[in-house]
């Protein structure tokens, strides 16, 4: 099982060719949202470098969402220097309490444009030409392109495990793609038409939970013709990571709490390559304390397994910019999975209470 995940899935992206998607021809204008909520700091380190995208004709939105902090004057400021940035301020309500989806909501209602292009306050692009290889994927037919963010470079083990998973992630939602199967995106880096949006009634299939806005309304409205991938270098959108074990448990709770409601094939799907990975180690360990004699069967089969990952992954590494990863693969990828699946069994039902 594991071994057809290896080659016949990953191996999709493996010996996918990455090029540039900037074309002329399909540079229509765009939209660029943002939903901030006390990005203050953010804001003004990150803007600059979208407002400056490489791009004949685009806006900008941001819903400033109930921040308490600078976050509206710094906006201000921005918006003095920018005539193609818009704010669309949200303000607290004592009755009613709405999340990031309500945000993001208001400002699809509020762009100018059909094609819309989404990321974070705490977001960078790795080029001028990230909107260029975004929208250079809007080819006949495509309405959802599924882009790549991956976090900054730091040092610490929590670090490359978080590079580590936002890559495994990405390599598993991007060669699903590639299979016509789409499953999930990242809002970090996630673009899609307008007229979807309305025409598959919005985030209201999952609005009564926070998390979601991307890869669920991705896994509720792609198709197998209408998707596309943007990996090219120059398309990838770096992000701030946590820092602390106790912010990143909290942010891959989040995440377990919207995948309940992918579609049940997805559910399966997903939940077959983690039980399997999950029990190829239990049942590594458990034949080598059964039967330490034949412990060179047991152990062959792992180095067969971890060959395949280097032989794949290898390829695919280089393509995500995470190659130094790779020599870390023995020890992150057990981690992972342990960790993964301990996280989703102990926030699975967990409430929400975050903006997000």
């Not at 038409?193 to 669920?216: E, P, Q, R, V, Y």
Request: glycine share 6%; net charge positive.
């Amino acid at each position: 099982m594991q071994l057809y995940y290896i080659f016949f899935v990953y191996g999709k992206l493996a010996f996918f060719k990455v090029v540039s998607n900037t074309q002329e021809s399909l540079q229509m204008p765009i939209s660029i949202i943002i939903s901030a909520h006390n990005e203050q700091k953010n804001l003004k380190a990150f803007l600059p470098s979208i407002l400056n995208q490489n791009y004949p004709e685009f806006e900008l939105i941001v819903v400033n969402d109930c921040s308490d902090d600078d976050t509206k004057w710094i906006l201000q400021d921005f918006c003095r220097e920018y005539s193609f940035m818009r704010v669309i301020e949200i303000k607290e309500h004592i009755q009613l309490k709405h999340t990031k989806k309500f945000a993001l909501t208001m400002g699809i209602k509020g762009a100018k444009y059909e094609h819309l292009v989404f990321t974070d306050a705490d977001c960078e692009p790795a080029s001028p030409n990230w909107l260029s290889e975004m929208a250079g994927c809007f080819s006949e037919g495509k309405e959802i392109i599924l882009g790549y963010s991956p976090y900054f470079k730091q040092s610490g083990f929590l670090n490359k495990l978080i590079r580590f998973e936002t890559s495994h992630t990405a390599m598993s939602y991007l060669s699903y793609a590639l299979k016509k199967d789409a499953y999930m995106g990242v809002g970090r880096n996630l673009a899609y038409t307008k007229s979807l949006f309305f025409k598959g009634k919005g985030f209201n299939a999952h609005m009564h939970i926070k998390s979601g806005d991307d890869d669920l309304f991705v896994n509720h409205n792609a198709t197998k013709e209408n998707v596309a991938i943007s990996i090219y270098p120059d398309a990838h959108v770096y992000s701030l990571p946590k820092e602390s074990w106790k912010g990143y448990n909290k942010q891959k709770g989040r995440h377990s709490t919207a995948s309940v409601l992918y579609k049940g094939k997805h559910k399966r799907m997903l939940g077959t390559q983690l039980v399997t990975a999950l029990l190829f180690y239990v049942v590594l360990i458990a034949c080598i304390a059964v039967f330490p004699s034949l412990w060179y069967i047991p152990v062959g089969m792992y180095v067969l397994r971890l060959i395949s990952q280097f032989i794949i992954f290898s390829s695919i590494y280089k393509k995500l910019q995470v190659a130094d990863l790779l020599w870390w693969l023995p020890i992150l990828d057990i981690y992972y999975y342990f960790y993964i699946c301990l996280n989703g069994l102990f926030n699975r039902k967990k409430k929400q209470v975050s903006w997000k």
